[in-house]
């Protein structure tokens, strides 16, 4: 998610610092920023002398405290664990100018939690992007109770800066978006299990009844087996509704690697990555 939204942010004009513990994700992500941008000029929604401009704003942090220091926001797109995330806003506090946006790029996990601990969590928001970044046209904006008004006007003009279009959520487990979607797409799960349809006729019902752009199963293709099923759990434990319980072929799923589009294997065979 990280590079996908270093790649929006440059397109908007602004200049991104990228970090990453493993050097070898950053080398990642850059190579991802300039296909994307490649993508963007085949289909003409970038021009070719504007490509080197947009990839010289995406550039390599040699540390944390270098990425966040003199920055305007700081978007941190980690894994889905608070106690990490925790540990990475306790650093960038110290890091970032003390007028710095922090924000979180969490589908489902407490803002609250997140902030706790910290000096200024006034500061501190939700952005939750969706996958793929490049084409899909809403953020979530999630403020918790100490989120200063000034921090979320901040953040929706910046969503807004990235041609996306913002809603304001109040910090609750799965939010807006995630709660309404894992639902879905762990009864889409259990309809497989129980032989109801496939996984395709499953998702084209969604695609062509309800006009949803994607199936509920391919879906989770694509944002990762692993990814909800660690959502489902928190929600489950969060809000200890049934319907939030993660079924059996999903666990099974996981524990197989079958993870997705990234893996190669999921509800569906991708064969392009395997």
């Not at 003199?70 to 894994?79: K, P, Q, R, S, Y």
């Not at 922090?102 to 500061?123: D, F, M, V």
């Amino acid at each position: 998610m990280g590079r996908d939204i270093a790649y929006v942010a440059a397109v908007s004009g602004c200049r991104v610092q990228l970090f990453d513990e493993r050097p070898d994700a950053v080398s990642a992500a850059l190579a991802r920023v300039t296909e994307l941008v490649d993508q963007g000029i085949l289909r003409g929604k970038l021009k070719l002398a504007d490509r080197d401009r947009v990839l010289d704003r995406v550039v390599r942090a040699a540390t944390l405290q270098s990425a966040a220091g003199g920055v305007a926001l700081v978007v941190e797109a980690i894994v889905e664990d608070v106690s990490a995330k925790r540990a990475v806003f306790a650093k960038l506090e110290q890091a970032a100018p003390s007028d710095a946006l922090l924000a979180t790029n969490t589908s489902s996990l407490s803002i609250a939690a997140i902030a706790r601990g910290l000096r200024e969590p006034a500061r501190v928001v939700g952005m939750h992007f969706f996958n793929p970044v490049p084409a899909m046209r809403l953020v979530e904006v999630i403020t918790q109770a100490e989120t200063s008004h000034a921090s979320v006007s901040r953040a929706v003009e910046f969503v807004r800066q990235l041609g996306k279009e913002p809603i304001v959520v109040k910090d609750s487990p799965g939010f807006a978006s995630s709660r309404l979607g894992v639902a879905l797409g762990l009864e889409a799960m259990r309809m497989l299990e129980e032989g109801v349809a496939s996984a395709e006729d499953i998702d084209k019902a969604m695609e062509l009844g309800y006009n949803h752009p994607m199936g509920p199963l391919k879906l989770t293709d694509l944002v990762g087996l692993d990814v909800r099923l660690a959502v489902a759990e928190y929600l489950y434990r969060a809000l200890e509704e049934p319907q939030f319980e993660p079924p059996r072929i999903l666990r099974d799923k996981v524990a197989q690697g079958q993870l997705g589009k990234k893996s190669g294997r999921g509800f569906y065979a991708w064969p392009d990555r395997a």
